[in-house]
């Protein structure tokens, strides 16, 4: 499969021969062949907190403004419950019933599903991976324009007419990604992903206090609870939208395997994740309800669609700089954690299609500080900077924080979340068709399946109302 060929590379081999040295090979090698994995539930944790609290917390208090306050708290709750039931179920999937390991999402559905389900999750799986760097890389670029834009209204008055291109900063965040992407592996990753999930606790907790500071003031939001009053086709559309973004706010499940591959064997991989997933889904939840509910409580149905850039705060001017430069920082691990598991599926598919090129194939070894021993490959280095390219490049075209969040998060919450996971306990369980328990999944999965439909039918239909008057590369 896709990650077994990867790590059975003459260059991996060659790696790994220099960093054993005079050690015993037992104390490197796992049981698979494959280096040894180093992960515990403290990294699996941070991966997860990485993946889950993204820029989808930054939309909650506008979703919750559609949906009012008895909805709003209520969809919160039920996509948590269902992202955390799902988790757990393909958790059980990384080691198939003779106990050999799934590298990743698609090895998993290939071993307990079959190829045709395998192609199909691989078309799923990579196209939201695709859909989330580009997501990742338009938040990143308008965070860092409305520290700018903060910065201009701080020194001539809110009214001011405080303009930012988001090009120069979205070039620069592309940048940075083109250095990372030429990390090998998930393995190189764990401190960024540290890092990134420090990051994501402090620009929430951030939006927590600010909303909590205008609260006390006693300003009086107008808020009700079936949400914001609009036309009635209007309130169906946004309705639907918030639960796109909703369901993005909530996606790690694509990762989740890959994830997994990165945890020591013992104790028991499955018994640390469902833990990490635990951690992380209670933790991202209660970041959500209070982000939103505190959100909505604070501005209103006038809430801005990202929490920080839409300018419902405007001082202290120093903390919402701070609290962009936070998601910024955050986004840059988060682009790598969902972009690896596609760069890993490309340059294996090319090592198995070319396994003759000396170009695909070779490695180097280059010792870099704090990282030790990293093998460079220039078709590495050629092809992942082109995909960096790709994403900015379709960010600069379409930045729309809500209408693409959603649109992403409608795509991949009904496939990736709940059919796959769904469908390969009901085969490991063996569970009889019209049981109860099988009767009560499909149930799950068709009612996950229309909220999927109508979200993105509502994100696609933001998008174009979106395009009707939006001016490419045109300064706001």
Known sequence: MAGEALGKSTAIKETFEIAVGDHSPDEFIDDDGRAKRTGTLVTASAHIITAVIGSGVLSLAWALAQLGWIAGPIVLFVFALITWFCSILLVDCYRNSQGKRSY????????????????????????????VSIGYTITTAISMGAIKKSNCFHKNGHD?????????????????????????NFHKLWWLSIVAAIM???????????????????????????????????????????????????TYSNVLIEIQDTLKSSPPENQVMKKATSIG????????????ILGYAAFGNDAPGNFLTGFGFYDPFWLVDLGNICVAIHLVGAYQVFAQPLYQF???????????SHFITSEHVVKVPLLGDCPLSFFRIIWRTLYVIATSAIAMLFPFFNDFLGLIGALSF????????????????????????????????TICLLVSLVAACASVQGLIHSLRHYQPFKIS
């Open 104 to 131: 990743n999402y698609k090895d998993a559905v290939q071993a307990n599903l079959g190829s045709v389900y395998c192609k199909l999750c691989g078309w799923a799986q990579y196209t939201n991976l695709f859909g």
């Open 160 to 184: 001011a007419a405080c303009e930012a291109s988001t090009t120069t900063d979205l070039l620069i965040f592309a940048g940075i990604q083109i250095v990372l992407s030429q990390l090998p």
């Open 200 to 250: 994501s606790v402090s620009y929430s907790s951030i939006s927590l206090g600010l909303s909590a500071a205008k609260i006390a003031e006693g300003a009086h939001a107008s808020t009700s609870l079936t949400g914001v009053a609009v036309s009635a086709s209007e309130k169906v559309w946004r309705t639907f939208q918030s639960l796109g973004n909703i369901a993005f706010a909530y």
């Open 281 to 292: 889904v209670v933790t991202t939840t209660i970041f959500y309800m209070l982000c939103g």
């Open 346 to 356: 490309i340059e294996t598919w090319s090592r198995n299609r070319w396994p003759d």
């Open 414 to 445: 009904w496939p990736l979340t709940v059919f796959f996971p769904v469908e390969m306990y009901i085969v490991r369980a063996r569970i009889p068709k019209f049981s109860s328990t099988w009767t009560w999944l499909q149930i799950l999965n």
